[in-house]
Antibody
Framework: QMQLVQSGPEVKKPGTSVKVSCKASEFTFSSGVQWLRQARGQRLEWIGW????????NYAQNFQERVSMTRDMSTNTVYMELNNLRPEDTAVYYC???????????WGQGTLVTVSS | EVVLTQSPGTLSLSPGERATLSCRASQSVSNYLAWYQQKPGQAPRLLIH???NRATGIPARFSGSGSGTDFTLTISSLEPEDFAVYFCHQRSNSLTFGGGTKVEIK
């Protein structure tokens, strides 16, 4: 089964940016990858998704002005960059592929991003 | 935004007992609802998709039911590895998640 491996934890200052990577064992041209986050004690929140082959994206309204999702097909890696970080962006960030039935499965192991001055 | 409300927040049961978890949507999501299991420090694992279909490799003790706004996840006989947090997720209207139900050992 496909596996997703995310980059390691990050500590950032407010106002800066973070770029999290998600490397897959394989992607197909039509693969979709979701990005989500979970702050401590909070429910999961959808950030957006990218279609790996075409590179087109769809961002949640709450993140549209601050997020960018890209991919590098030569390394089977997708990236999520979040700009103008705030302390409330502190969370575990997950990538997840969209399976053929349209559901997020499997997920990466998560990346803790801490935003603190 | 579709709000998913899960109940109870915590379920205290013993191995071998039956667990019944509820997820209610603020508006109809048809059958575009899934259930995930999450253990501490681990990524969520898909259990049930499209309200009642077990994902690949998921044991038969897990079952899902419901449509529209009311959904149920049932674990027929709890195994030690089933003690975890379960959350529901809809993709009918954008993507949202429930707040989770923690199934803990009594």
């Amino acid at each position: 089964q496909m596996q997703l491996v995310q980059s390691g934890p990050e500590v950032k200052k407010p106002g800066t940016s973070v770029k999290v990577s998600c490397k897959a064992s394989e992607f197909t041209f039509s693969s979709g990858v979701q990005w989500l986050r979970q702050a401590r004690g909070q429910r999961l929140e959808w950030i957006g998704w990218i279609v790996v082959g075409r590179g087109n994206t769809n961002y949640a309204q709450n993140f549209q002005e601050r997020v960018s999702m890209t991919r590098d097909m030569s390394t089977n890696t997708v990236y999520m960059e979040l700009n103008n970080l705030r302390p409330e962006d502190t969370a575990v960030y997950y990538c997840a592929t969209v399976n053929r039935l349209g559901w997020s499965d499997p997920w990466g192991q998560g990346t803790l991003v801490t935003v603190s001055s | 935004e579709v709000v998913l409300t899960q109940s109870p927040g915590t379920l205290s049961l013993s191995p071998g007992e039956r667990a019944t978890l509820s997820c209610r949507a603020s508006q109809s999501v048809s059958n575009y609802l899934a259930w995930y299991q999450q253990k501490p420090g681990q990524a969520p694992r898909l259990l049930i998709h499209d309200a009642s279909n077990r994902a690949t490799g998921i044991p038969a003790r897990f079952s899902g039911s419901g449509s529209g706004t009311d959904f149920t996840l049932t674990i027929s006989s709890l195994e030690p590895e089933d003690f975890a947090v379960y959350f529901c997720h809809q993709r009918s209207n954008s993507l949202t998640f429930g707040g989770g139900t923690k199934v803990e050992i009594k």
